[in-house]
C-alpha cells in the first residue's frame, strides 16, 4: 500500500513515525532515531508530511521543504481531539495523520530562519527585562526592610541609588551596603544587555522591508513590528486581517447555542507577547 501522508511525533533524538495510505489506514507505525530520519523519509518522496507545532518543527518543516516534502504543520491543540486511548508516541503519531487529512484543518507554516533570528532576539530581550523587573522589585522589598522606600518607577530608583549608598545615615548596615552594591552592579550589566538587544532590534527593523512598511502604522514602532514580522511572517498565511487578530485572542470568546448570541471578553489566546506589544507596547 502507497503511503501518502507521514505523521511525526517530534522529540529530542527518538522520533515516532506513522505512514498511513490514502484511505487513512495504518502501513507503519514506528520509532526511528534522529539521524535516520531523512534517510527513511527518502523512500516515501510523494508523501505529505505532517508535524505538531513544537519545538524543533520549525527546522525540520524548512529543511524538509527544501528537500521537496509537502509540509503541514498543525497547532498542538487541533492534534489532541484525534489522540484515541492512553496517550503514548505511537497514538500521538496516528493522532497527527489524522488531523491532517481533515479538509478544515488550520496549519501553520515553518520560520523563516529570518523570522527565527528576530523571534530569537525578543526572547532574550523578555528573559532580560524580567530579570531586571524582579530585581528591581526584590530591591525595593530589601530596602523596605530598613524603612527606606522610593517613588514608583525605575529611573527615580536607579538615580537616587548611589546617592543611597554613600549615606551613612539613613540606617543601612555596612552588610546591606555591600548586598545592595552588587544589585546596582548587577542592574548596570542587564541595562547594558537589554540596550545592546534593542540595537540589534532596530538594525534588524531598518533593513527589512516588511518591517518599515509596518512601521508607518501609527502606533507601530520597531519592536512591534519585528515581533509582528516574527509570528505572521509576510502574513500570507492569514485570509485577512479579521484572522490575525482572531489568531492573537483579540476577538470577543463566543458560547452561543440555540440561536441565542453570547458573548464574552476577549480570548487571550495566541501569542501574548505579541499582543502586550500591541496593546501596550
Not at 486581517?241 to 470568546?253: D, E, T, Y
Request: charged share 25%; glycine share 8%; proline share 3%.
Amino acid at each position: 500500500m502507497k503511503v501518502t501522508l507521514i505523521g511525526i511525533d517530534l522529540a529530542k533524538s527518538i522520533f515516532q513515525l506513522c505512514g498511513v495510505n490514502q484511505a487513512g489506514k495504518a502501513v507503519f507505525n514506528r520509532t526511528i532515531k534522529r539521524k535516520d530520519l531523512l534517510a527513511l523519509l527518502a523512500d516515501y518522496p510523494d508523501a505529505t508530511i505532517a508535524m505538531e507545532a513544537c519545538s524543533g518543527s520549525n527546522y525540520w518543516g524548512r529543511t524538509l521543504e527544501a528537500l521537496g516534502f509537502k509540509v503541514l504543520l498543525i497547532p498542538p491543540i487541533h492534534v489532541k481531539p484525534f489522540v484515541k486511548g492512553n496517550k503514548n508516541d505511537r497514538n500521538d503519531a496516528f493522532a497527527i495523520t489524522e488531523a491532517a487529512r481533515r479538509p478544515n484543518m488550520h496549519f501553520v507554516r515553518p520560520r523563516s530562519l529570518e523570522q527565527t533570528d528576530m523571534m530569537i532576539v525578543h526572547k532574550l530581550r523578555k528573559r532580560r527585562v524580567d530579570a531586571r523587573t524582579a530585581l528591581i522589585n526584590q530591591l525595593r522589598g530589601l530596602l523596605n526592610e530598613y524603612g527606606i522606600i522610593f517613588a514608583t518607577g525605575r529611573t527615580s530608583l536607579k538615580n537616587a541609588l548611589s546617592d543611597l549608598l554613600e549615606d551613612a545615615e539613613n540606617g543601612l548596615t555596612s552588610a546591606a551596603r555591600a548586598l545592595i552594591c552588587d544589585i546596582q552592579q548587577e542592574w548596570a550589566s542587564l541595562d547594558a544587555v537589554i540596550d545592546r538587544l534593542d540595537k540589534h532590534i532596530k538594525t534588524q527593523a531598518q533593513t527589512n522591508p516588511n518591517a518599515k512598511r509596518l512601521m508607518t502604522i501609527r502606533g507601530v514602532g520597531e519592536k512591534t513590528a519585528t515581533t509582528a514580522l516574527a509570528f505572521a511572517g509576510d502574513g500570507k498565511a492569514y485570509k485577512n486581517g479579521r484572522h490575525f487578530s482572531a489568531n492573537l485572542g483579540l476577538v470577543p470568546k463566543e458560547h452561543s447555542s440555540g440561536g441565542k448570541q453570547k458573548l464574552a471578553g476577549i480570548t487571550k489566546r495566541g501569542n501574548a507577547y505579541l499582543r502586550n506589544m500591541l496593546i501596550q507596547g
